[in-house]
Every structure is written in structure tokens, then in C-alpha cells.
């Protein structure tokens, strides 16, 4: 079955810096990357996704890359600011078009922002 | 509107209670999830709707018991829990059960004395 790594575990970046997060997936068959922001005492909140026919995705800050050679995608967050704060989930999904899908997630990372 | 609700938002019981969680969504969406979600990990999906007809579950033990009553509405019935039992209990709802995102809800925390 899928597996999804994702690093840093913990990451801390003085405000208005840059953060990336990374995650790698073994089966080649995924075809969907969401990431999710969870702050605490809250459900996960999607930020942004991607699927596999598309190598870049941005929405304002936030941005997303997938290489499929190398089954690696990336969350990249610029100009980061304190309410960005909060634990970062990958994951991944095989979107057949039939049969319910599966999520897998990343370990997630505790990302902390320094003001 | 990506909003999927949740009741009660803490929940408190004994082993030996019977209790209820509730997820509702007004999306139109047809796939509903219950995931559980320990302390510093991520969720684990235990049971999949799809189509008000369950379509997945992830070797959950009897204890839990989903039932889906209706497109809109999800339910968890809980009897005889154990401590280790105590987790957020994550509900989600995609558009389509195949190809859409899944949007969750703000959990239901529950505490198995």
C-alpha cells in the first residue's frame, strides 16, 4: 500500500522568511496531493492540492510542487506570518474514478513562526 | 460553503456508556468519512460512505458503529470504549466518493474514563 514521509517534523522560521515542507510517496499510481493545516483544537483545513498532471500549483503565499519521477511533492509558504502557525499535513490518494478514495497522510510537521 | 459540523464538540464517558457522534453536512455531497486522530499524529481513516452505503471499513473494531441515515447526516454509535479510545474523532465529506477533496470537520474530542 501507499506510504507518505513527510519532513521537517518541526520546523521554525522568523516571520516573513520562507518554509518548505516535504514529502515523498511510494506508490507510482497517486495521483492526488492535498495538504492540510491543522491549528490546535481544530480539524484539518485544506490549503491547497495538486494533481498529477500538473507540476506546480499556486494560490497566493502558498505553492505546491510535484516532481512524479521522483514521487516528491513540496508545500512552499513565502513571506510566512504568525497565524501561519500551526501543524502541516500531507498526503496522498489515488483518484481511480471509481470505488471510494483513501487518503494517506504524512507524519505532519509542527511548523512555528518567530515574530 | 465547505462547512461539515460536529456534535458534540467534547464528549466524556464511562466503559461501560453507550454515546453517539454526529456529523452533518448541506454540500450535496455523497461520500461521508469518520477518521480517528490520536495526539500528535495524523488522521486514520476508519469508515467510508459512499453513496449512504458503506464502502469501507478499515478493520475497526465492533465497538464503533457507523450508520449513515441519510446523504446529509453521519453518525458513530460508541459502546463498551476503552481508554485508549480517547482521541478527536474527525468527520469529512467529499463531492464525489472517487475523485474530490475531503473536507473535514472540527472533531469531536472524546475522553474514555
Known amino acids: 500500500g501507499e506510504n507518505v514521509e513527510q519532513h521537517p517534523s518541526t520546523l521554525s522560521v522568523q516571520e516573513g522568511d520562507s518554509a518548505v515542507i516535504k514529502c515523498t510517496y511510494s506508490d507510482s499510481a497517486s495521483n492526488y496531493f492535498p495538504w492540510y493545516k491543522q491549528e490546535l483544537g481544530k480539524g484539518p483545513q485544506l490549503i491547497i492540492d495538486?494533481?498529477?498532471?500538473?507540476g506546480e500549483k499556486k494560490d497566493q503565499r502558498i505553492a505546491v510542487t510535484l516532481n512524479k519521477t521522483a514521487k516528491h511533492f513540496s508545500l512552499h509558504i513565502t513571506e510566512t506570518q504568525p497565524e501561519d502557525s500551526a501543524v502541516y499535513f500531507c498526503a496522498a490518494s489515488n483518484l481511480r474514478g471509481q470505488g471510494a478514495q483513501k487518503l494517506v497522510f504524512g507524519q505532519g510537521t509542527r511548523l512555528t513562526i518567530n515574530p | 460553503d465547505t462547512e461539515v459540523t460536529q456534535t458534540p464538540k467534547h464528549l466524556v464517558m464511562g466503559m461501560t456508556n453507550k454515546k453517539s457522534l454526529k456529523c452533518e453536512q448541506h454540500?450535496?455531497?455523497?461520500?461521508m468519512y469518520w477518521y480517528k486522530q490520536k495526539a500528535k499524529k495524523p488522521p486514520e481513516l476508519m469508515f467510508v460512505y459512499s453513496y449512504e452505503k458503506l464502502s469501507i471499513n478499515e478493520s475497526v473494531p465492533s465497538r464503533f458503529s457507523p450508520e449513515c441515515p441519510n446523504s446529509s447526516l453521519l453518525n458513530l454509535h460508541l459502546h463498551a470504549l476503552q481508554p485508549e479510545d480517547s482521541a478527536l474523532y474527525l468527520c469529512a465529506s467529499s463531492q464525489d466518493p472517487a475523485t474530490d477533496t475531503q473536507y473535514f470537520g472540527p472533531g469531536t474530542r472524546l475522553t474514555v474514563l
Open positions: 495538486i494533481r498529477s498532471n500538473v
Open positions: 454540500m450535496g455531497h455523497r461520500a
